[in-house]
């Protein structure tokens, strides 16, 4: 893998990893199914730099929850984090991996742990160590109570996923030589590998019959386009560029996730009433009778004859309120 330097400007630094099943789908939490979604769609995020440092994980994972929380945080501590847990060895980081500290600890906010790449790259990766209790008090006041994967050939849902929740959403690639110099905001076709690179997906726009997705990078403001954005269209992220799953973050407690991942697509019966419901994302969705059941079959419902009846932990979470069903 292929180290940069200063001189080019671009630090890379993602490992790509294989898919865990472990982790939370968001197609268990999606409110409603499939939704009508408008043409143009944006999520305001900021900018941040990564300089040379191969800290392009922690940005953007840091720079998603700046947006959901409306304060700029620590994309340093973040990176350092992940560093300190893969015990300082290797370039750069996971994104899952940083989505657990982030579940764990947390981040603090950007001035109380500020940025500079150009500090030596040892420095920068042992923030974590030499930072005070009250830094990490203030990272756990911003823990994430959940994170989600979203595959990335179901494109429909990971833009859902950002229409609904107004939070960035991370992802990776493999990421070459051509793609530093874009041509009108959009990377070339790849050539000569260069290593993994991690990135934020904030938006999309229609423009005749095709939709263009934008990213937001790590890079130097002047970099691409839009203060250090660029685009690729949406029906060649998978075909050309291989886009990688995408990852949000979601203010569900971790506890009431696994419950929600556990009884998605279960019907289930009410104890009181006998009313017949069915869990979808997080909804819960009233089946009227048999015929209303068997009218929607389509939609992969399992057997009407095994149904079960709702469990109490179901029926105390939080988002899954039996109440508002019907």
Same mark, same amino acid.
């Given at each position: 893998?292929? =180290?940069?330097?200063?001189?080019?400007?671009?630090?890379?630094?993602?490992?790509?990893?294989?898919?865990?099943? @472990?982790?939370?789908?968001?197609?268990? +939490?999606?409110?409603?199914?499939?939704?009508?979604?408008?043409?143009?769609?944006?999520?305001?995020?900021?900018? &941040?730099?990564?300089?040379?440092?191969?800290?392009?994980?922690?940005?953007?994972?840091?720079?998603?929850?700046?947006?959901?929380?409306?304060?700029?945080?620590?994309? @340093?501590?973040?990176?350092?984090?992940? =560093?300190?847990?893969?015990?300082?060895?290797?370039? $750069?980081?996971?994104?899952?991996?940083?989505?657990?500290?982030?579940?764990?600890?947390?981040?603090?906010?950007?001035?109380?742990?500020?940025?500079?790449?150009?500090?030596?790259?040892?420095?920068?990766? @042992?923030?974590?160590?030499?930072?005070?209790?009250?830094?990490?008090?203030?990272?756990?006041?911003?823990?994430?109570?959940?994170?989600?994967?979203?595959?990335?050939?179901?494109?429909?849902? #990971?833009?859902?996923?950002?229409?609904?929740?107004?939070?960035?959403?991370?992802?990776?690639?493999?990421?070459?030589?051509?793609?530093?110099?874009?041509?009108?905001?959009?990377?070339?076709?790849? =050539?000569?590998?260069?290593?993994?690179?991690? !990135?934020?997906?904030?938006?999309?726009?229609?423009? $005749?019959?095709?939709? @263009?997705?934008?990213?937001?990078?790590?890079?130097?403001?002047?970099?691409?386009?839009?203060?250090?954005?660029?685009?690729?269209?949406?029906?060649?992220?998978?075909?050309?560029?291989?886009?990688?799953?995408?990852?949000?973050? #979601?203010?569900?407690? =971790?506890?009431?996730?696994? +419950?929600?991942?556990?009884?998605?697509?279960?019907?289930?019966?009410?104890?009181?009433?006998?009313?017949?419901? !069915?869990?979808?994302?997080?909804?819960?969705?009233? +089946?009227?009778?048999?015929? &209303?059941?068997?009218?929607?079959?389509?939609?992969?419902?399992?057997?009407?004859?095994?149904?079960?009846?709702?469990?109490?932990?179901?029926?105390?979470?939080?988002?899954?309120?039996?109440?508002?069903?019907?």
């Amino acid at each position: 893998m292929e =180290k940069t330097t200063e001189e080019n400007l671009y630090g890379l630094g993602c490992e790509l990893v294989e898919d865990d099943e @472990r982790n939370f789908g968001y197609h268990n +939490i999606a409110v409603g199914g499939v939704i009508d979604l408008p043409d143009e769609f944006e999520v305001e995020t900021p900018h &941040t730099y990564q300089g040379s440092i191969d800290s392009c994980v922690g940005q953007a994972v840091a720079g998603a929850k700046s947006t959901q929380e409306n304060d700029p945080k620590s994309p @340093r501590f973040l990176w350092s984090l992940c =560093k300190r847990a893969q015990k300082y060895k290797g370039w $750069g980081t996971n994104v899952p991996l940083a989505l657990k500290m982030l579940q764990k600890i947390g981040v603090p906010k950007l001035s109380t742990i500020s940025e500079d790449p150009k500090l030596p790259r040892e420095t920068y990766m @042992r923030v974590s160590d030499n930072s005070a209790q009250s830094v990490y008090d203030e990272a756990a006041e911003a823990k994430s109570d959940s994170y989600w994967y979203v595959y990335s050939k179901n494109l429909q849902l #990971v833009k859902q996923a950002l229409f609904t929740e107004k939070i960035p959403l991370v992802t990776t690639m493999m990421w070459y030589k051509e793609y530093n110099q874009p041509i009108d905001g959009f990377l070339p076709r790849p =050539k000569n590998e260069a290593a993994g690179h991690g !990135f934020r997906f904030v938006g999309w726009k229609k423009i $005749g019959d095709r939709y @263009r997705w934008k990213f937001k990078n790590s890079f130097r403001e002047e970099w691409g386009v839009e203060k250090g954005c660029f685009y690729i269209w949406e029906d060649e992220l998978n075909s050309i560029y291989n886009i990688g799953t995408f990852f949000i973050t #979601v203010d569900i407690p =971790k506890e009431e996730a696994s +419950i929600m991942d556990k009884y998605a697509g279960e019907l289930i019966k009410n104890a009181d009433d006998a009313k017949v419901f !069915f869990v979808q994302g997080r909804d819960i969705v009233w +089946i009227q009778s048999e015929d &209303t059941f068997n009218f929607g079959k389509n939609k992969m419902w399992g057997d009407w004859n095994d149904i079960l009846t709702v469990p109490e932990e179901l029926k105390e979470t939080k988002k899954l309120s039996l109440n508002s069903a019907s």
